[in-house]
């Protein structure tokens, strides 16, 4: 799995700088040497304020414990396997964290829903505080693998970032709780700014995002009259879910070969698949569209924030928007009516 190149226009107010890895390193990172990266950019800065509501209805704000308790965070999905083997390690840190240290379980919201988090609640027999994200904990701690383990010190700054359940972590977590003079310290930056979100009914965002052959495409081109189709897909959604969910991974073989048959007639649309950039770079990108030699063009939402911005929590996800830009259609999952359905926007 490898990295990418994606601009958000300035609706967004977000400046995206992203790098690419050659090929041969990208394909020699671990899950820890991605959480590194992810936490070279984090590492002592100031967490932020979010508040999260748990499964059970509760509400975590996190700004009101900066300055009382070190806080260590786990994001996790319930199809990922490392996620599950770490879960003893996570269970016996939230039963023995005491008065000094808040436990927290992140669901990436990633194809999971409530009932595949209880299921897997009752599973592995754990009762730290979980949250379902709606992609706002994820963008605003820089979601890119699962696990992937936040700690963050009594003042509020970001102290360490993984992937592995080691003695780096415990580590960390030790270390989080040290006392400090939280009088003079930040407790926290302020919340993120909320994403503006977009659905049916809506005009698509004023967005641009370089595709892999380095083409830009704009969602809002006033020159161009045509209905546009946005297919929010996952590289690996194929290969590693056939294991642990065999269905979903059909869904996104079918959804990905009708895309391509719809592609290749030539319709008057416009077409873009948008990759998540969770445990995917550019050049799992590339590997993708070699391996089934996909036609629709490809980008990297490696921020998260398309993916946040349309509410997409799942793949596929199919957005169709007609020569106006108006999105008029949310597909989630496989439809065997859209090529009658592109057909008939063709004739309106």
Request: charged residues 25%; positive net charge.
């Amino acid at each position: 799995m490898r990295t990418p190149c994606i601009a958000v226009c300035a609706l967004f107010g977000i400046s995206l700088a992203l790098t690419s890895l050659p090929a041969e390193a990208a394909q020699r990172m671990t899950g820890q040497e991605r959480a590194e990266a992810v936490g070279r950019g984090l590492v002592g800065s100031l967490a932020p304020r979010l508040v999260l509501k748990t499964i059970d209805g509760d509400t975590i704000d996190l700004g009101a414990l900066y300055g009382k308790k070190a806080v260590y965070i786990k994001f996790w999905a319930t199809w990922c396997a490392p996620c599950r083997e770490q879960m003893p390690h996570f269970e016996r840190t939230f039963e023995t964290a005491g008065p000094d240290l808040a436990v927290i379980a992140i669901d990436s919201g990633f194809n999971d829903s409530i009932n595949d988090v209880r299921a897997a609640r009752r599973e592995l027999g754990i009762k730290m505080p979980i949250v379902l994200d709606d992609g706002q904990a994820g963008v605003a701690f820089n979601l890119r693998v699962t696990p992937q383990h936040i700690v963050i010190g009594r003042d509020g700054r970001i102290q360490y970032v993984g992937n592995l359940a080691d003695t780096r972590l415990d580590a960390a977590i030790e270390a989080a709780r040290t006392a400090v003079n939280t009088e003079s310290q930040p407790h926290g930056a302020s919340a993120p700014r909320n994403i503006p979100q977009y659905g049916v009914g809506d005009r698509l965002p004023d967005i641009s995002a370089v595709t892999l052959d380095g083409r830009t495409f704009r969602a809002r081109d006033s020159r161009v009259k045509r209905p546009t189709v946005l297919v929010f897909v996952s590289p690996w959604c194929e290969s590693y879910l056939a294991t642990s969910r065999p269905g979903m991974a059909q869904t996104c073989r079918e959804v990905r070969e009708q895309i391509d048959t719809l592609v290749k007639r030539d319709m008057p649309f416009r077409w873009l698949a948008i990759a998540s950039g969770l445990w995917a770079t550019k050049d799992d990108l590339i590997d993708y569209r070699v391996r089934y030699k996909t036609a629709v063009p490809l980008t990297l939402d490696e921020s998260g924030v398309l993916f946040r911005s349309f509410r997409v929590m799942n793949v596929p996800t199919l957005l169709i928007a007609d020569s106006n830009g108006q999105i008029v259609r949310r597909i989630e999952g496989f439809d065997a009516r859209l090529p009658a359905d592109l057909q008939s926007m063709v004739r309106e």
